[in-house]
C-alpha cells in the first residue's frame, strides 16, 4: 500500500514538473525570438553589433590592460591613436582624443567579425523608428541616401549611443 502511495505521488510529481516545463519553453519562445513582438511596438529593433567606444587617456596604457583581460588587436590604426580590441565576441575599440565620453556603439549590417550581413534592419529605418518614438538626435543620418550613415542620440543620464552603419542599405 505504501509503494502505491509513493508512486502516485512519484507519478503526480512528473506531470507538475512536465507542465511547468512546457510553460517555461513556452514562455522562452515567445520572450526570446529574434525579432520578437514588444507589446504595441510591432517587431523589436535590430540594432546590429554592439560594442563599447572607450575615451582613453593613454591608448598604449590600455591596449596593455585589456590585453592581461585577453582582449586581442583587430582592427584600428595605434599610430592614428584607435584601436578595435576583441575577447570572443565581446568589442571594445579604444580612442585616445577622438571624443570626450565613453560610447554605447551599434553598428548594423556587422556581425562581431564586421562581416556585412545580408539581412539587417538599416540606419535610416531605426533613426525613423526612434523618431516616431520621440527620441530626441544629437546628429542626424541623411534620409536622402542609402550608403554608409550614422546618428547619435543621448540616454535620460547623458551617455551617447552612435549608431554607426558601414555597409550600404540591404537591397
Known sequence: MQVIRIINVFASLIV?????????VQQDSSNNSNGSELPGEGKAMQLGNFSVSLAVKDIKASQAFYEKLDFKPVGGNIAQNWLIMQNGTTTIGLFQGLFEKNILTFNPGWNHKSETLTEFQD???LQSLLKERGI???TEADANTDGPASFVITDPDGNPILVDQHVAKPK
Do not use: C, Q, Y
Open 16 to 24: 507538475i514538473v512536465s507542465a511547468l516545463v512546457t510553460v517555461a
Open 123 to 125: 540606419v535610416r529605418e
Open 136 to 138: 530626441t538626435f544629437a
